[in-house]
């Protein structure tokens, strides 16, 4: 199913062709229409349309101004022209914005058909070939870069995979990584030397970095590398397949592994000073299982690149087993994101109830003894629920009634199941709340478009006016009114027009011109045309209908 707007001026033009071609027949679901390029491009921006037919010359952003834009955010859009002007400039300047199609008014209904069909054409031709063997694996390879920094970030944060998940994301990375294998993680801080370089070097710089690390450790490891949240390079290691098995048929001691990324770090160290004429900080963990005990292993990195480097430069720390930090720890679950205010700004109240399961699982399995971890929970819990109260602009005591007690009592949670049932408890409250509030805020939105079209019947009502009406944007008015309702706007506002129509010609004597200026419409064949089609008979039938007689 395709979508198509038409756009023009003339509100007639725009009209007709909407409302009056059967579109269904192309395999179109939805026609939008629009009166200035403006309008145009923000039900482009809204909505996810494939064919444009719009006229050149617009008050405004012109036709071929309008079709600059749109091959700035989607250059598969396809436009057709729709225009009076035979200007050969035009065809030209439209040539250069990838127009195949150039309409001369007025065009028939059917030259017009047989253009929109070439452009869905063109699509189905262009979806077959995205979608071929070949198309999607230059995609993927061309994405390998974006997937591994995800993936970086990923293991990093502690994500679980099931392992039919894990292989899939690191066959699809192209990564000879395997669960269990032993990896370190090596955190690089640039110096000073870099800082005084502006963005766009800056990323220049890390990009550099990245592929000397690449060559360097290339001989005897494999690396997963990227940038972390607090602008580190962060890259996790592990000897190459090939490595492993020389080692083996040595007999060599797993320090043999330790020394040899130690003697590789440092080499990377020399070579970014050598090339880059800049330098490094590196701090280098210990060796853990992938990739469940990497997020440990990057904390203590963090933590130690942190504490012990400070203001010194090009500086490499070595953590061993013994020195290894264990500090008492923060829940991950607890903030990393989506956060639990992200969820309740948002509205997902599954994925509340899913972040609070995993929060207690994470207090159960590490901390289930540690009251300050319970504590910890509880009150970001307790912050989370008060600020999506307010920002709806209640207050947490009158939406969750006595669960508010545990604030002002300091009672203790009896255990971490108790915790669990009153968060859900409250969040369900919240939820329940918000909802309500949405519905009555909608229905009432809701009711008042529909008063205002109501006492407007007899002018040309806009989707902007609307807008503007109930202070909405006009494509969420649009989508909000279709899901409300059931049907879409502009439909509901021509069948209200032909009800009124019906009724002036079965209750009055007014002439049809007379019916045309009262519903709006300045053209008496255009609302003949319509009523015919929407009713099966010309207002002049419909009236005959009911009274044998009429007059035009």
């Known amino acids: 199913m395709y979508q198509l707007l038409i756009v023009d001026d003339e509100r007639k033009v725009a009209d007709s062709l909407a409302e009056l071609l059967p579109w269904e027949e192309l395999n179109i679901s939805q026609v939008y229409r629009a009166y200035s390029g403006q309008e145009a491009f923000q039900l482009i921006a809204a909505h996810s349309i494939e064919i444009v037919l719009t006229d050149i010359r617009m008050p405004g952003i012109s036709g071929l101004e309008l079709i600059e834009k749109i091959r700035e955010i989607n250059k598969k859009t396809k436009c057709i022209l729709h225009s009076g002007y035979s200007d050969f400039e035009y065809a030209k300047q439209a040539m250069a914005y990838q127009v195949t199609e150039y309409l001369l008014k007025p065009a028939s209904d059917e030259e017009i058909m047989e253009a929109v069909g070439r452009m869905i054409e063109l699509l189905c031709q262009e979806a077959a070939a995205l979608y071929s063997v070949t198309s999607l694996t230059a995609a993927i390879r061309e994405q390998i870069p974006v997937m591994r920094a995800q993936l970086l970030q990923d293991v990093l944060m ?47 710089f890390e990009y550099a970095v990245i592929n000397i690390a690449e060559e360097t ?195 203790p949670f009896l255990s971490v199941r108790q ?66 309702t059931g049907e879409n706007l502009s439909d509901y506002i021509i069948r209200l027009k032909m009800e009124k129509a019906a009724m002036l010609l079965k209750q009055t004597d007014d002439r049809i011109y007379q019916i045309c200026t009262k519903l709006g419409y300045q053209n008496p064949p255009y609302l003949i045309k319509l009523f015919k089609k929407y009713y099966g008979v010309t207002p002049q039938e419909y009236r005959d209908g009911f009274s044998g007689t009429g007059k035009q």
């Open 158 to 204: 502690g994500k679980s995979w099931s392992n039919e998940e894990l292989a899939s994301r690191l066959e699809l990375t192209q990564l000879s990584f395997r669960p269990a294998d032993p990896a370190a993680v090596l955190v690089i801080r640039l110096e000073e030397s870099f800082s005084s370089s502006d963005l766009k070097s800056m990323y220049l």
């Open 217 to 411: 450790f290339g001989e005897h490891f494999e690396l997963l590398a990227g940038r972390d949240q607090y602008d580190y390079l962060v890259l996790v290691v592990k000897l190459s397949d090939s490595k492993l098995a020389e080692f083996a048929e040595l007999g060599m001691s797993s320090s043999a592994s330790t020394t040899l990324l130690e003697k590789t770090a440092l080499t990377l160290q020399e070579n970014v000073t050598t090339y880059l004429k800049r330098h490094i900080s590196i701090v280098m963990s210990t060796w853990g299982s992938f990739p469940g005990r990497l997020p440990g292993l990057y904390e203590e990195s963090i933590s130690t690149i942190r504490r012990n480097i400070g203001n010194d430069r090009d500086i490499f720390l070595k953590i061993s087993d013994d020195d290894a930090p264990k500090p008492m720890k923060s829940l991950r679950n607890l903030y990393e994101t989506p956060t639990l205010n992200q969820l309740l700004d948002m509205g997902q109240r599954e994925q509340t109830v899913r972040k609070i399961g995993a929060v207690v699982a994470e207090l159960e399995e590490q901390w289930s003894g540690s009251h300050e971890h319970m504590q910890e929970v509880f009150l970001h819990l307790g912050a989370a629920f008060t600020y999506a109260a307010h920002q709806n602009g209640k207050q947490l005591e009158g939406i969750i009634g006595t669960d508010y007690e545990l604030f002002y009592t300091r009672k």
């Open 419 to 484: 915790l669990k049932d009153w968060a859900v408890r409250v969040a369900d409250k919240l939820f329940e709340d918000l909802n309500k509030e949405q519905v009555d805020s909608k229905s009432n939105t809701i009711v008042q478009i529909q008063h205002f079209i109501n006492d407007r019947l007899s002018e040309d009502v806009t989707l902007q006016a609307i807008a503007d009406h109930v202070k909405m944007h006009p494509a969420y008015l649009s989508k909000l009114f279709k899901t409300r």
